[in-house]
Structure formats: C-alpha cells, structure tokens
C-alpha cells in the first residue's frame, strides 16, 4: 500500500532555513499536502502542490516536488520560535480517498 | 478560509459512559469526513471515513459498534465513543473533505477524551 516517510526531529536556529524532507510511494498521487500541527491541536493545512508541478511558493514557504524521485521538501524561510510545531506530510491519490501521512517532522527553532 | 468546528474539545468521564463528538463544516459542504485517533507523539490514524448519507467505511481493527459514526448532512458528522473505557482515551480529530480542484482535508482542533 502507500507510505509516505519523514524524518522525525529538525533542529534550527531562529532566522535560518528549515528544509523538511519526505518520500512517498504512490506513484499515482494527485495532490501532496503539509500540514502544521500545534501542541494540543488539530492540523492546519500550510501548502500543497498538484503533482504536475515541481515548485511551489507562498511567501515563506518553498516546497520542491521531485515526482522521479518521489521525493516532497518544505522550506521554511527566516524560521521564527512559532514555527516549532509538528509537520505532516501527505499524498492523496485519485478518486475519493482519504489522505496518507507521514509520521511527521517535529521542528523545534531555537532562539 | 474553510473552517472545521469540532465539538468538546475536551471530556473527562467515567468509564462506561457514551460520548459524542460532533464534527461540522461552517462554511463549506463536506461529502466526505474522515475522523482520526492520535497518541501522544504519534502520527494520525485512520479511523473511518463517512459519506453524507451513507455507512461509514471503517479501517481494519477499528470496532464499528463501538465507534458509532453517523453522517446525516453535509455539514455534520459525529462520532460516539460508546460504553468508553480508559483505553479509550485519546485525541480525537475530525476531517472534512472541501470539494474544490485539490480537495484539501481541512481538521478539526481535536477532541481530548479522558475515561477515568
């Protein structure tokens, strides 16, 4: 079945880049997500990127899609202390299904 | 921008009791809700995924009596812990399905249950 990997901790300072990592393995996803997950909360919806695109972004986000390689990066710029917080990637395939995530990336900015 | 309200966000009771978690979409229609169990430190976990007027499709080794999931409008979905017991308790999160282009899940802020 589908999965979809992260790494599971990213340290940075406050005011450099953070470059969160995944890969997948449905060769047939639609549509790639990264959602931010707050102590005690629920998940917000940051980006996404349609598979047919390699680049995506919104102000302080990047994120890159390698379809070849099946490989998602998120790039924080300027990482600010309320950027800690857990990060999911997830891949949806066609037709109605739910999404799959990844196990998420727990990012902590150190001032 | 789309909005999940989930309601409590947080219940403590005795072991025993039925609770209910309502999950509603405020401004945009939801064919399709998914409700998820998270562990601490642990990723999502698929419980159900429920169709506006229709059965709920369960994960495997999720218990279907226990975990009561009804659907009865585009807007509302709830789930009903019944007969709770402390292994039970978890967080709880709602999803609801936007039909826009990229079909973004947009969640809930959680359901904290606490069975004592």
């Known amino acids: 079945g589908e999965d979809v990997e992260q790494s599971l901790f990213l340290s940075v300072r406050e005011g450099d880049s953070s470059v969160i990592n995944c890969t997948y393995t449905?060769?047939?996803?639609?549509?790639l997500y990264w959602y931010k997950q707050e102590p005690g909360a629920g998940l917000q919806l940051l980006t996404y990127i349609f598979s047919n695109m390699d680049m995506k972004q919104d102000q302080r986000l990047t994120v890159l899609l390698n379809k070849k390689d099946k490989h998602l990066s998120l790039r924080i710029a300027d990482t600010q202390t309320g950027d800690s917080a857990i990060y999911f990637c997830?891949?949806?395939?066609?037709?109605?299904?739910?999404?799959?995530f990844g196990k998420g990336t727990r990012l902590s900015v150190i001032a | 921008g789309a909005v999940v309200s989930q309601h409590p966000s947080w219940v403590i009771c005795k072991s025993g009791t039925s609770v209910k978690i309502e999950c509603r979409s405020l401004d945009f229609q939801a064919t399709t809700m998914f409700w998820y169990r998270q562990f601490p430190k642990q990723s999502l976990m698929l419980m159900a995924t429920?169709?506006?007027?229709?059965?709920?499709?369960?994960e495997q080794g999720v218990e279907k009596d226990k975990f009561l999931i009804n659907h009865a409008s585009l807007t509302l979905s709830t789930l009903t812990v019944t007969s709770a017991h402390p292994e039970d308790s978890s967080f709880y999160i709602c999803?609801?399905?936007?039909?826009?282009?990229?079909?973004?899940?947009?969640f809930g802020d959680g359901t904290r249950l606490s069975i004592l």
């Open positions: 449905d060769s047939s996803s639609t549509y």
């Open positions: 997830a891949e949806k395939a066609s037709g109605n299904t739910p999404l799959v």
């Open positions: 429920s169709n506006e007027g229709s059965k709920a499709t369960y």
């Open positions: 999803s609801a399905r936007e039909r826009t282009g990229y079909q973004p899940q947009h």
